[in-house]
Structure formats: C-alpha cells, structure tokens
C-alpha cells in the first residue's frame, strides 16, 4: 500500500470514514449491539427506528439532551447514504417498508474495534497447529504417486497403534488447561468468522445482480448476445476458487449427519471443566442455525438475480409481439391503401409450372346445414328456497405449511418419501391436500415422481372413515446449490 492507495481508501471506503466519523462510537456501538452481536441479518425501518431512539435516549441522559440533536429515522438514512455506506436500505418484494442491513465494510471495521480491546486469553497454539495440519492435507491431497500416500497412511496406522497401545497399558495423554483453552478460543473466533464471511458472500451477489440491471437497462444488441455474457459471467463465479468453496461448504453444512455430529462435540467441550472457567458464550451451541440462516440470506439473494432475468425475458418477449404487431398493422393499412387506389399495371405474374387439373368427383357432395330447435320460452322457478351455502363451501390448501413439512423432514435426510412426510403430519383436508402435495412436486426441482412404483397412503376424513389413496411414489430430494448460486467472495 502506497500513499496514494491509502488516500483513495481514507475517502472512499466505508469503513475508514465510519472510523473517523464525529458520532463514531455511537454509531459503532449501537450496530455492534442490534446486528452483530444477536446476529441479525435485516431489520424493518420502524423496528430500528425505535431501538436507535431508546439508544439515543439513554445515551442524552448522560451526555447532554444536545449531544445528538437529528431524530432515529434522520440518522439511519445518512447512515446507508452513498456518502457514508454503514447501512444497506432497500425494498422486499411485496412490501412498502425499507429494511436495513450491515454493509461488509460496516462489519469490517466493528470487526478491528472489537479486536482493540483487550483480550483475556490469545493463543498461537492452535493456529500452528492448524497450519501444520492444512499443509498436511495440501501435501497429501495432491501426491500423485501411489507407493508415497501408502506410506503415509501406513505410518499413520502406525501412530495409531502405538496409542491404542499406551491407552491399553494406562497412560493416558491429556491436552493441558492452556491448550484446552488456546483451542476453544480458536473455535469460537473462527465460527463467529463465518458469519462475516456470508454477509461478504452475499455483497458479491448484490453487485452481480447490479451488474446486471444495468446490462438490461442500456442493452441495446440482441437477446441472445446479452443472455450469453450474463450467463458466462455467472458461470464464472461457479467455477471460481471461492465460489467451489462454498458450494462445498453449504453442502457439509446441510448434511443432518454432519449436524448432529457438530452439535454432539459443542456440547461435549462446553461441558468441560477448563471451558466452563472462560465463562464461554452459550449461543455457541447454535451457531450452526446461525451459518444456515445467513446462507438462506444468500440464497434468496440468488433466487432475485434469476427472477430478475425471467423478468427480462417475458419483457423481451412481449415487447417483440409488439413489433410483430406493428408490422401487422401496417401491412393491413397498405392493403387498404392499395385497395381504394390500385395500380394500373401489374405488380408481378407468375407463369403456371404445371396444368392445373379439376376432377368432378373431387368436389364434396352437398350436405345441408344443420338448423337448431331453439325454445323461446323461459321456465320460471316454482318460488323454493334454494341452499346457497354449497357455493361457499370450498377446501383451500395452505401451500406454504406443506413446503415447511418438506423442509423440515429434508433436515432429518438428503431425501424423503411422501408418504413419510404424511406420517409424521397427517393429512387435514383429505384428497385435497395430497393433491396439494402432487402439485408442489411438480414445481420443485429436486422431487422426483416414478410411475414405475406405486405406493398407498392413509387418512381419516372428518366423518372418522379411514381412506386410501393408490398413487407413484413421490420422493422429495434436498436441492444442492445450482452453479448460479455460488459467488466470488
């Protein structure tokens, strides 16, 4: 870094500006307290706008009624301003109100503030370890030669033995209280990395679905060519290094195996003596929530990219049957025109290639039309009460409570059946809720519908009759994360 890099920085860069920002510490305190610490991803105006108000309450009670005279709303928009950038404000689809969320840079700099302060414990432990044991895996994962990564494993074996020896003849080799807690410490900073790193991940995708409005807005070749470079560009990311990453990461995190054995070890090390003393943080146990909570963010960030090309498409398309349209119309009034005044001349001829032949038998036989008896008279009713209430009785499937009983059996399993999703919750409206659930199979990618297997699934209806339904086997699958869902971080 020069000097000139260093001045572009201390003027453009988010986080340097909120660092020598006048209301600084107010400012980094009070997001440091709503978004990072309870690990909120967005927020609703209003909701922010009440907590920063009680914030800047409590704090003119100790420094002044004049030490922060604009009011909450005045300070969240400076605050996600293109002037300053601490703040992302923008509009959900179907909703009037604006969120907020933490910019990268934002998380950037109360990530070094936090680290100023002083700290109980650092270990160097751990880290050497770590990078001894990446190594490891770097030399053994690319070894090419066969009789080399034999060796390896046969002199790992080896270690092995000679501890399952120790352990059987009774000395048993424990990890200090230090390292205990060197390795703890380093457990929890790396987990709570992760956090910043989804929110990165998901700037990556905001700026790519930026690039993108504004390739539409100003295109002005074909269809075709802008498609391809916007797709080529998104493969791009789904081959790059970081975006493999964290295809590789999401799919070891959505793993239930992989789950419940991260679970089993937090609550394993929490419980010990050494860690208890650390007095440890207790949403460490669900930090793994935490991880797929901010990935859903950045997938949902995905799904809008590819809405946004749909969109675009039907635009392109509907605007083309305009100019069809156009070019309809005005052939139409060129006829008309021709018509009212045509020409004297020929306009073109065509000579006959060929005789042209009419045989008498080719001509249909005449066939009379067919007149239809029509009643003039219109019956009158005999004046009867007639029940209306069959026109109201309709069964309305909730769509959206069936994808979460999906959801929520595809946590316990890569895949699950149908049947086994109505076992565990039974059907409430019958035939049309299993319907319902034939109907989100075929909207989701990862469902699959063989004919080739049948099934039969129970119920009971409201009148206690038990009723069975012979259907192909629906399996519903955990979708993996597409190429276009990976991003450059």
């Given at each position: 870094?020069?000097?000139?890099?260093?001045?572009?920085?201390?003027?453009?860069?988010?986080?340097?500006?909120?660092?020598?920002?006048?209301?600084?510490?107010?400012?980094?305190?009070?997001?440091?307290?709503?978004?990072?610490?309870?690990?909120?991803?967005?927020?609703?105006?209003?909701?922010?706008?009440?907590?920063?108000?009680?914030?800047?309450?409590?704090?003119?009670?100790?420094?002044?009624?004049?030490?922060?005279?604009?009011?909450?709303?005045?300070?969240?928009?400076?605050?996600?301003?293109?002037?300053?950038?601490?703040?992302?404000?923008?509009?959900?689809?179907?909703?009037?109100?604006?969120?907020?969320?933490?910019?990268?840079?934002?998380?950037?700099?109360?990530?070094?503030?936090?680290?100023?302060?002083?700290?109980?414990?650092?270990?160097?432990?751990?880290?050497?370890?770590?990078?001894?044991?990446?190594?490891?895996?770097?030399?053994?994962?690319?070894?090419?030669?066969?009789?080399?990564?034999?060796?390896?494993?046969?002199?790992?074996?080896?270690?092995?033995?000679?501890?399952?020896?120790?352990?059987?003849?009774?000395h048993v080799d424990l990890l200090s209280p230090a390292s205990v807690r060197?390795?703890?410490?380093?457990?929890?900073?790396?987990?709570?990395?992760?956090?910043?790193?989804?929110?990165?991940?998901?700037?990556?995708?905001?700026?790519?679905?930026?690039?993108?409005?504004?390739?539409?807005?100003?295109?002005?070749?074909?269809?075709?060519?802008?498609?391809?470079?916007?797709?080529?560009?998104?493969?791009?990311?789904?081959?790059?290094?970081?975006?493999?990453?964290?295809?590789?990461?999401?799919?070891?995190?959505?793993?239930?195996?992989?789950?419940?054995?991260?679970?089993?070890?937090?609550?394993?090390?929490?419980?010990?003596?050494?860690?208890?003393?650390?007095?440890?943080?207790?949403?460490?146990?669900?930090?793994?929530?935490?991880?797929?909570?901010?990935?859903?963010?950045?997938?949902?960030?995905?799904?809008?990219?590819?809405?946004?090309?749909?969109?675009?498409?039907?635009?392109?398309?509907?605007?083309?049957?305009?100019?069809?349209?156009?070019?309809?119309?005005?052939?139409?009034?060129?006829?008309?025109?021709?018509?009212?005044?045509?020409?004297?001349?020929?306009?073109?001829?065509?000579?006959?290639?060929?005789?042209?032949?009419?045989?008498?038998?080719?001509?249909?036989?005449?066939?009379?039309?067919?007149?239809?008896?029509?009643?003039?008279?219109?019956?009158?009713?005999?004046?009867?009460?007639?029940?209306?209430?069959?026109?109201?009785?309709?069964?309305?499937?909730?769509?959206?409570?069936?994808?979460?009983?999906?959801?929520?059996?595809?946590?316990?399993?890569?895949?699950?059946?149908?049947?086994?999703?109505?076992?565990?919750?039974?059907?409430?409206?019958?035939?049309?809720?299993?319907?319902?659930?034939?109907?989100?199979?075929?909207?989701?990618?990862?469902?699959?519908?063989?004919?080739?297997?049948?099934?039969?699934?129970?119920?009971?209806?409201?009148?206690?009759?038990?009723?069975?339904?012979?259907?192909?086997?629906?399996?519903?699958?955990?979708?993996?994360?597409?190429?276009?869902?990976?991003?450059?971080?």
């Amino acid at each position: 870094m020069d000097y000139r890099q260093l001045q572009s920085l201390r003027e453009t860069h988010p986080a340097w500006r909120l660092m020598t920002a006048g209301n600084a510490a107010m400012i980094a305190s009070f997001l440091q307290r709503e978004f990072v610490t309870p690990n909120v991803r967005t927020m609703n105006e209003s909701v922010l706008a009440a907590k920063l108000e009680d914030f800047l309450f409590h704090l003119r009670r100790s420094e002044g009624e004049d030490a922060f005279p604009r009011d909450a709303t005045t300070y969240l928009e400076a605050w996600a301003s293109d002037r300053h950038g601490w703040l992302r404000r923008y509009y959900a689809s179907g909703t009037d109100e604006p969120l907020y969320d933490l910019t990268p840079a934002t998380e950037l700099a109360l990530g070094w503030l936090q680290s100023l302060g002083p700290r109980g414990f650092i270990g160097t432990e751990s880290r050497l370890i770590t990078i001894f044991e990446l190594l490891r895996q770097l030399v053994e994962g690319t070894e090419t030669d066969a009789g080399s990564r034999i060796e390896t494993l046969l002199r790992q074996r080896a270690d092995i033995d000679a501890e399952i020896a120790r352990l059987r003849e009774g000395h048993v080799d424990l990890l200090s209280p230090a390292s205990v807690r060197d390795r703890f410490a380093e457990v929890v900073a790396t987990a709570r990395s992760l956090l910043s790193d989804f929110r990165a991940v998901e700037h990556n995708f905001r700026t790519l679905d930026r690039e993108v409005r504004e390739k539409i807005a100003v295109a002005e070749g074909s269809k075709g060519e802008l498609l391809g470079g916007i797709f080529e560009a998104r493969d791009a990311i789904a081959e790059s290094d970081q975006g493999r990453s964290f295809t590789a990461f999401w799919n070891l995190l959505m793993s239930e195996t992989r789950q419940q054995e991260l679970e089993a070890l937090l609550a394993r090390v929490i419980s010990l003596e050494d860690v208890q003393k650390l007095e440890p943080d207790k949403r460490i146990l669900k930090i793994h929530y935490d991880w797929i909570a901010a990935g859903e963010v950045t997938q949902r960030t995905v799904a809008e990219l590819s809405g946004e090309l749909r969109r675009y498409i039907d635009d392109k398309v509907w605007l083309e049957n305009k100019r069809i349209m156009e070019i309809l119309r005005g052939i139409e009034q060129s006829a008309i025109a021709v018509r009212m005044n045509p020409p004297q001349e020929s306009l073109a001829a065509v000579d006959d290639l060929k005789p042209g032949i009419a045989l008498t038998l080719d001509r249909p036989l005449f066939t009379p039309p067919l007149k239809p008896e029509i009643d003039g008279e219109v019956s009158v009713a005999d004046g009867s009460d007639i029940d209306a209430d069959s026109l109201f009785d309709r069964v309305y499937v909730d769509k959206a409570r069936l994808r979460g009983a999906i959801r929520r059996a595809l946590q316990r399993s890569d895949e699950v059946a149908l049947y086994e999703i109505v076992a565990a919750n039974p059907l409430e409206q019958g035939l049309a809720e299993l319907v319902a659930y034939l109907s989100i199979a075929t909207e989701e990618d990862g469902a699959l519908i063989d004919d080739a297997v049948k099934e039969t699934i129970c119920w009971t209806d409201a009148e206690g009759l038990t009723r069975e339904a012979t259907m192909p086997r629906v399996i519903f699958a955990r979708s993996r994360p597409r190429a276009d869902v990976v991003s450059t971080g």
